[in-house]
């Protein structure tokens, strides 16, 4: 089956505390996307990747890393996470680098709480 | 600046009724559109999209949505609203820089039966 995973799902955590979530899919994609989604402010893309090794900066980087290792996995950082980054963060990927005429598919979200 | 308004944050409707969501884009040229939809504590899933030609784009679960250029919108349409359709939607652009989807705030359906 065609998905977008993300682990984990739901992530309670401290201020400092590093952490990772992964995203994968197994579409043979070269567009992956990270967004955290906020109420009354919809989906803002925190970074993208255009293919391995090509990674650029979206809306929203302040606070975050990412790295494109290989084709299927684009995993989000955040080194020191603060309570504004509480959200909920969806990772996304599509065929085409250009990802303008092709669809992105969602992963399922992941739902983060920084205490 | 780049953005994509949903004027309506939150809309109910009466199960069988239609509906009717907006969207209103702010771009230099026409960009592609999409609508999708998020179930609760789901991912986003698409509806439909919009690059060129025909106005009115026909989309999964009897949804569609015309193009209006003179308006700058881009309205979801369903003539009989169910259930099930109860869910967040957002509209969403892909314009002439950057590359990635810009979002609306979103707009809550709910149903009353």
């Known amino acids: 089956e065609a998905q977008v995973t993300q682990n984990p799902r739901y992530l309670i955590t401290v201020t400092g505390k590093k952490l990772t979530v992964t995203c994968s899919q197994n579409?043979?994609?070269?567009?992956m996307s990270w967004y955290r989604q906020d109420p009354g402010l919809g989906l803002r893309q925190i970074y993208y990747s255009m293919n391995v090794e090509v990674t650029d900066k979206g809306d929203v980087p302040e606070g975050y890393k990412v790295s494109r290792k290989e084709k299927r996995n684009f995993p989000l950082i955040l080194e020191s996470p603060s309570p504004n980054q509480t959200s909920l963060y969806f990772c996304a990927s599509s065929l085409l680098p250009a990802a303008s005429t092709d669809t992105q598919y969602f992963g399922p979200g992941t739902r983060l709480t920084v205490l | 600046a780049q953005s994509v308004t949903q004027p309506d944050i939150h809309i109910t409707v009466s199960e069988g009724a239609s509906l009717e969501l907006r969207c209103n884009y702010s771009y230099g040229a026409t960009p592609y559109l999409f609508w999708y939809v998020q179930s609760p504590g789901q991912g986003l899933q698409l509806l439909l999209k919009?690059?060129?030609?025909?106005?009115l784009v026909q989309g999964i679960k009897g949804f569609e949505a015309e193009f209006k250029r003179s308006q700058s919108s881009f309205n979801l349409r369903k003539p009989s609203v169910h259930w099930s359709d109860a869910a967040e939607y957002f509209c969403a652009a892909f314009g002439e820089y950057g590359n990635k989807l810009v979002f609306g705030a979103g707009t809550i359906l709910r149903v009353k039966s």
């Open positions: 579409m043979n994609h070269e567009y």
């Open positions: 919009y690059f060129s030609g025909d106005t």
